[in-house]
Nanobody, 121 residues
Framework: QVQLVESGGGLVQAGGSLRLSCAASGSIFSINAMGWYRQAPGKQRELVARITRGDTTNYADSVRGRFTISRASAKNTVYLQMNILKPEDTAVYYC???????????????WGQGTQVTVSS
């Protein structure tokens, strides 16, 4: 069984910063990629940023240049540094991981419970 636990959300004023963390634990053989998605009220969940095992990153156009994704592979942890936050960044942020639980298992996707980020104007 695999768990993803996010932390670091909260309330911040526009222009401020927050850092989200997500730690994966449990039965993990290898992690192919981890990422952050977000879902605002009334909207679909969207990709924010993603990082692969080879440290290739990709970002949503709306956050490129303001957000930075990084990882600590030894800790199975991914971070999202969010700077110059805007009210439109307000959403529940979800951690995501594509991983194998053992050497013979197929790649599976896991999600965290989500953490609220609220940016006031």
């Amino acid at each position: 069984q695999v768990q993803l636990v996010e932390s670091g959300g909260g309330l911040v004023q526009a222009g401020g910063s927050l850092r989200l963390s997500c730690a994966a634990s449990g039965s993990i053989f290898s992690i192919n990629a981890m990422g952050w998605y977000r879902q605002a009220p009334g909207k679909q969940r969207e990709l924010v940023a993603r990082i692969t095992r080879g440290d290739t990153t990709n970002y949503a156009d709306s956050v490129r240049g303001r957000f930075t994704i990084s990882r600590a592979s030894a800790k199975n942890t991914v971070y999202l540094q969010m700077n110059i936050l805007k009210p439109e960044d307000t959403a529940v942020y979800y951690c995501n991981a594509d991983l194998r639980s053992d050497s013979s298992s197929r790649l599976s996707t896991y999600w965290g419970q989500g953490t609220q980020v609220t940016v006031s104007s």
